[in-house]
C-alpha cells in the first residue's frame, strides 16, 4: 500500500477552549479527564474541528493499541473535506506514519485503525454493526440521524472509550441538544461553547465576512452559535426592492445580457401532476451572481386541467426555446420517476434523430432532508450577500409570491426538526434545484461556500 504523504499542518496559537479540547482527557492535569464525552459547539470557523481532530488522535495513541476507532461525518464529501484532508496533515506534523485505504475507507495510524463513516440517512447505523471500537470522533453530529448516534455509542465498549463531537446548532429541542447537553454533567459530559473569537488563527476581515454571509435563523445559529427555533418565513431576508434587478435597493439595475453576461444556465423542477409544476432558469452570472431569469407554472387545480408528463416535457422543451437556452443542467426531482423517464427518452429520441436536445443536461435532484436544509441555507446566504437576484418580470407575474409566504412548521420544531410547511413550496422548491444542482459550477467564485 503506497504511503500518504500530505503536506505538514501549520498550528497557529490555540484558544483556551481550543486548548481545554486538546487536554481535556488528560489524567491529573484536566478536572474532566474521567468524563465519557466531550461536545463541542457553537458558531462556523470558531476552531473545535482542528482542536477536536488533533486531540483525538493526541488520545487515542497515547492510551490505546490495536483498537478501532470511528470517525464520522455527515455525509462522505464533508468527511473527506472537513475531518480527512487535516487530519492527514496533523499526522504529518506530528510525525506519525499513517495508510489510507481508500476502498476499505480506514486509516491506519500506528497499530489503531480508523474506520470512516458518512451519517446522510437513517440506514448509516447498518455499517457499524459488529465494529467494537475504543472511541468516535463525531463531526457535524447535530446532523446525523439519532439513530446513527446510537449505534455509534453501542459500538464504543472498549474500556476507557470516550466520544468526541462537535456540531453548529440547531434547534432547541434536538435530541442532541435535550438529551446530552442539556443533561451533560449528569451524564459525565463536557460542554464547549466556542464562537469564531475562540479562533486565533482567524483573521478579522475573515470573520466580518462570514458575519455577513448570514441572516436571520442562520445567523443565530452559525454566527453567534445559539440553539434557536426556525420560526416563521424561511427566506425572511429576502426583500423585493433589494433582490429584484432594477428596484432602488438593488445593486444590479439591469440584467446581463442573454449571450454575453452568464457563463451557465441551470433549470430546477418542481413536479406535480395533480397540483403544480413549476420551471425555474437559472443563470450564473459572469458577475458572479446568480439570476433567476424566468419561471414557468401550471397549476392543475386552479386551470382545473392535468398535463401528462409527455406534455410536460414539451412544456419544458418550448419554454427553454422561447428563452433561447440550452441549459448546462436540468434538475427533476428524483421522485418524480415518471417525468424523469420521458425527459430521458426524449433526449434519446433527439440524439437519435441528429439533433441538439435541451435536454442534455437531465439529472435527479436529491430530496432528503438533509439536502433540502443545505439548499434552503445556500439560498438565504446568497440573498444575505446579494449573490442571488430575480428579473424584474417574475415579481409583475406573482413568481415570488410564494417565496414569501414560503413558512416553517412549527409542529416539527416542537420535535426538534427543522422542516418547512408543505403549502407555498412549488416555485421556492423548484428554484432551489436550479441552485443547489449548479453549485458545482458556482461555489468557488462566491465567498464562504464549500462544496458538501
Known amino acids: ?39 463541542a459547539d457553537g458558531s462556523v470557523r470558531s476552531g473545535k474541528t482542528i482542536a477536536m481532530i488533533t486531540g483525538f488522535i493526541l488520545w487515542s495513541q497515547k492510551n490505546f493499541e490495536n483498537e478501532a476507532f470511528i470517525i464520522a461525518s455527515k455525509s462522505a464529501g464533508a468527511l473527506k473535506r472537513n475531518i480527512l484532508r487535516p487530519m492527514l496533515q496533523i499526522l504529518q506534523t506530528l510525525g506519525l506514519p499513517s495508510h489510507y485505504d481508500r476502498q476499505e475507507n480506514l486509516i491506519e495510524v500506528g497499530s489503531n485503525t480508523y474506520y470512516l463513516f458518512g451519517a446522510n440517512n437513517e440506514a448509516a447505523q447498518d455499517v457499524l454493526q459488529g465494529l467494537t471500537a475504543a472511541g468516535a470522533l463525531a463531526d457535524e453530529a447535530a446532523l446525523f440521524p439519532e439513530s446513527f448516534w446510537t449505534q455509534m455509542q453501542a459500538r464504543c465498549s472498549v474500556r476507557g472509550s470516550r466520544i468526541w463531537a462537535n456540531c453548529n446548532p440547531g434547534p432547541p429541542r434536538h435530541w442532541l441538544k435535550a438529551d446530552y447537553i442539556d443533561q451533560a454533567e449528569e451524564r459525565h459530559i463536557l460542554h464547549l461553547h466556542l464562537t469564531m473569537r475562540d479562533n486565533l488563527s482567524l483573521a478579522p476581515e475573515v470573520r466580518e465576512r462570514y458575519e455577513r454571509a448570514f441572516r436571520g435563523i442562520w445567523y443565530k445559529r452559525f454566527i453567534l452559535g445559539l440553539w434557536v427555533a426556525a420560526e ?18 438593488c445593486v444590479v439595475q439591469q440584467m446581463p445580457d442573454r449571450l454575453q453576461g452568464f457563463r451557465r444556465y441551470a433549470v430546477g423542477v418542481d413536479y406535480g401532476t395533480a397540483s403544480v409544476t413549476t420551471f425555474w432558469l437559472l443563470g450564473i452570472g459572469v458577475d ?19 398535463r401528462t408528463d409527455i406534455e410536460l416535457v414539451g412544456d419544458l422543451i418550448t419554454w427553454l426555446r422561447k428563452n433561447e437556452v440550452y441549459p448546462g443542467s436540468i434538475h427533476i426531482p428524483n421522485d418524480a420517476a415518471s417525468l424523469l423517464a420521458q425527459a430521458y427518452r426524449q433526449r434519446t429520441l433527439d440524439i437519435q434523430a441528429g439533433r441538439r436536445s435541451y435536454l442534455a443536461g437531465i439529472t435527479a435532484a436529491d ?35 410564494e417565496w414569501i409566504s414560503f413558512v416553517w412548521d412549527p409542529k416539527f420544531q416542537e420535535q426538534g426538526i427543522d422542516k418547512v410547511l408543505k403549502a407555498n413550496d412549488h416555485d421556492p422548491d423548484g428554484g432551489r434545484y436550479a441552485v443547489t444542482g449548479s453549485k458545482i459550477h458556482w461555489y468557488r467564485n462566491i465567498p464562504g461556500f464549500t462544496m458538501d
Do not use: C
Open 1 to 39: 500500500m503506497k504511503r500518504n504523504k500530505p503536506r505538514s499542518f501549520r498550528f497557529r496559537n490555540f484558544s483556551r477552549k481550543q486548548l481545554q479540547i486538546l487536554t481535556w482527557w488528560i489524567p491529573d492535569y484536566s478536572p474532566y479527564a474521567d468524563h465519557d464525552m466531550i461536545i
Open 288 to 306: 458572479n451572481r446568480l439570476y433567476f431569469v424566468d419561471r414557468w407554472r401550471w397549476d392543475a387545480r386552479e386551470k382545473m386541467q392535468s
Open 367 to 401: 430530496q432528503s432532508p438533509g439536502s433540502v436544509l443545505d439548499g434552503i441555507r445556500d439560498i438565504a446566504s446568497l440573498l444575505a450577500q446579494d449573490r442571488l437576484l430575480f428579473a424584474p418580470h417574475l415579481v409583475k407575474e406573482g413568481a415570488l409570491d
Open 232 to 249: 416563521g418565513a424561511v427566506y425572511d431576508m429576502l426583500d423585493l426592492d433589494r433582490h429584484v434587478v432594477g428596484r432602488p435597493g
